[in-house]
């Protein structure tokens, strides 16, 4: 494939470090958009519903947030780690520039990935995705991580690029939403949130500046996990579907929280401390160091 990943300049990596967050244009080469296309629907079709992620509360149907549940129904679909089940997704990581360009950005000599992301918002979403940082539901500590996220369709500040909260990945891990049901994780796990609850970004301006992303097919926006960020509703006429990489660099560590386990990562054998070293997590970069995605 043809990716740029000697757009990583040292200008970029500059932006990168002091605001969290950087885009970079036209990376990613059309065959490898291409490939992405290729597969989205396989993996569309085997995502989980998130269309009522952050709603308050839990939704019924006898519950008065039943007829909204139903409307949205389909909206917001998301699937982790479609690399295990999409060979597109996985000819995409062996092939592409992502992983080098990730390398040069956070300074690192290896890079894993951590997981990827697919986000589909269907034509006129309106439900937007609030403020959150990732890091904090991550059982992971470390300076060396970014993530890299595009798009296969063009997405502006009205439907559904990514807002940030520019610098605030310099601050303190802030409190992630989670169902009722899992409060008491919460708890477990307050000590990893010194910042407390999530901040009011809308209206303090002045502590929390916030730029908007707009891309095309081929931008990349890289940035740490730690980030504030958040997105509108997608384009009425066209659904967003976007792609996000996970990559982790040398300083990275296991850090446990009860918060945020998914099913694939009971699976993870390391203690407190470890360095990333496990197949679940494969090594990307160098290419003779990386790991076979079969």
């Not at 959150?132 to 369709?153: A, E, I, K, N, Y």
């Not at 891309?215 to 006429?237: C, E, I, Y």
Request: negative net charge; contains cysteine.
């Amino acid at each position: 494939m043809h990716d740029r990943s000697e757009l990583i300049t040292p200008d970029v990596i500059d932006t990168f470090q002091r605001d969290g967050a950087v885009v970079v244009r036209k990376i990613l080469a059309q065959e490898s958009l291409e490939l992405l296309k290729s597969g989205v629907k396989e993996i569309i079709d085997a995502a989980d519903d998130y269309s009522d992620y952050y709603d308050k509360g839990e939704v019924t149907t006898s519950s008065p947030g039943a007829k909204q549940h139903e409307r949205r129904r389909g909206q917001t679909l998301t699937r982790q780690n479609a690399w295990v089940i999409s060979p597109q997704v996985r000819s995409f990581l062996s092939q592409s520039g992502l992983p080098a360009a990730a390398a040069k950005l956070i300074g690192s000599r290896q890079v894993r990935l951590y997981e990827d992301l697919m986000i589909y918002k269907a034509a006129g979403t309106e439900q937007a995705t609030p403020w959150h940082q990732d890091d904090p539901q991550w059982p992971l500590v470390g300076r060396q991580m970014c993530s890299g996220w595009f798009c296969l369709d063009p997405v502006d500040s009205s439907s559904g690029a990514l807002r940030f909260a520019i610098g605030s990945y310099k601050g303190p891990r802030y409190r992630p939403y989670v169902a009722k049901a899992r409060s008491s994780d919460l708890e477990s796990d307050a000590q990893y949130f010194e910042g407390g609850a999530m901040p009011d970004v809308e209206t303090h301006p002045e502590q929390f500046p916030v730029k908007s992303f707009d891309t095309k097919p081929g931008d990349v926006v890289f940035f740490h996990p730690r980030s504030l960020h958040a997105a509108f509703g997608s384009n009425p006429a066209y659904p967003r579907r976007t792609f996000s990489f996970r990559f982790l660099g040398d300083d990275v560590r296991w850090e446990p929280k009860k918060t945020v386990m998914y099913e694939w990562l009971a699976q993870v054998k390391l203690k407190a401390g470890d360095p990333i070293e496990d197949k679940i997590f494969p090594v990307l970069w160098p290419p003779n160091e990386a790991d076979t995605l079969a």
